[in-house]
């Protein structure tokens, strides 16, 4: 079946703010300016801020929840699944892994390339499925397995990769192990979170933008307190800061006065991840869950080939092959083979069914021709 224009659209909305989600985040990453009291000239290292941007944007997603309440009110027969009572407090134990995960995954951002941090959050199909066995007593099949087995074996293609391509780039050879290992130490935090909403979230039928919101509203408002204890609490040679804390805010605000960009970049990440999360949500509404995981694949690519353009990366063969098993991987995993797989068994049966019948009307015109 044909996409409409609606789908379409949204499918590539989804691509395009996925794929600005990350490059803005790095982007900003990249700038350097001088920050407060006439410190000299450092990078833009403030992982904390951009995750508070980010939750910012999915507490927007509220708004938009919102919005369609309000107008689905005005209509004759207005539909009262939309606005369905809850507790919000379910949402604190996902938001609080949602946060801790994101945290850690912007702290890695600042040590490895943009593609290689999109490739290595699929290892969060391996934690999820673990997990889900564990704890939701879930049976996964033999594709599901299998697809966990790629996955791992993408994973070390990519780590290869990244020791080969970190030399002649920014980033030392220790940074991109350690940003790389704790890309993959946050899927497990984001695997956690999924199992708590699937086990005490989904059953409540709450609409996605609004526990999308909810768990912004908690990620937000819990991160930007902690970012005032965070402002005196020493981090060492771990901190991207001229105080060496684990976070200072007023530095990052004073390198945005000195560069403008950097308050752009962040636009782009705070705008983007709430409009990812609406067209995410609606293409799997709209169209299926396999196209949104087939689109967020893609965006790895979108990632990987803005980064070759714009210098931030060099090629490397490796993360070629890494991307496509860790694509194989996921596909097993989400049991995208089973439509190839069908359509390879109807077009096996049309074409045995068509050469037999050929055969039996080849048998039928010797006869009548030998009559």
Not at 56 to 84: H, I, K, M, N
Not at 168 to 180: A, M, Y
Not at 266 to 285: D, E, P, Q, R, W
Request: aromatic share 10%; charged share 15%; hydrophobic share 50%.
């Amino acid at each position: 079946m044909a996409w409409s224009r609606y789908q379409l659209g949204l499918a590539a909305l989804m691509l395009l703010t996925g794929s600005i989600n990350t490059l803005a985040a790095k982007w900003a990453d990249n700038f350097s300016a001088p920050g407060c009291r006439g410190s000299e000239e450092h990078g833009f290292q403030h992982p904390f801020l951009q995750a508070v941007g980010m939750f910012l944007g999915e507490f927007s997603c509220l708004g938009v929840f919102y919005l369609l309440v309000w107008r689905d009110r005005r209509r004759p027969e207005p539909s009262t699944a939309l606005a369905q009572p809850f507790n919000p407090l379910l949402f604190l134990p996902p938001a609080l892994c949602d946060m801790t995960g994101t945290s850690i995954m912007y702290v890695a951002l600042n040590m490895t390339s943009a593609s290689s941090f999109q490739m290595l959050r699929g290892s969060v199909v391996i934690f999820t499925g673990l997990l889900s066995v564990a704890f939701l007593g879930r049976k996964l099949e033999l594709s599901q397995w299998l697809g966990i087995l790629v996955t791992v074996v993408g994973l070390v293609v990519v780590g290869l990769a990244d020791l080969h391509s970190s030399h002649g780039q920014r980033h030392k050879l220790s940074d991109v192990i350690t940003g790389d290992l704790l890309i993959i130490m946050a899927q497990v935090v984001v695997a956690i979170q999924m199992v708590l909403e699937e086990k005490f979230v989904y059953k409540h039928d709450v609409h996605p933008l609004r526990a999308v919101g909810t768990e912004g509203f908690f990620g937000f408002l819990i991160l930007a307190l902690l970012l005032v204890p965070m402002y005196y609490i020493p981090a060492g040679g771990f901190s991207g800061n001229p105080r060496r804390t684990l976070e200072d805010a007023l530095d990052a605000f004073c390198q945005i006065g000195h560069q403008p960009l950097i308050a752009l970049a962040l636009l782009g990440n705070i705008g983007s991840i709430a409009f990812f999360n609406f067209a995410g949500i609606s293409v799997t509404k709209e169209i299926s869950a396999t196209t949104r995981m087939v689109l967020d694949s893609l965006r790895t690519l979108v990632i990987w080939a803005v980064s070759l353009a714009v210098g931030w990366e060099t090629f490397h063969g490796l993360e070629v092959l890494g991307f496509g098993v860790l694509l194989a991987g996921a596909a097993l995993y989400n049991g995208l083979h089973r439509p190839l797989l069908t359509r390879l068994r109807r077009r096996g049966d049309e074409s045995g069914g068509a050469e037999r019948e050929g055969l039996l009307h080849g048998d039928s015109t010797a006869i009548n021709s030998d009559s």
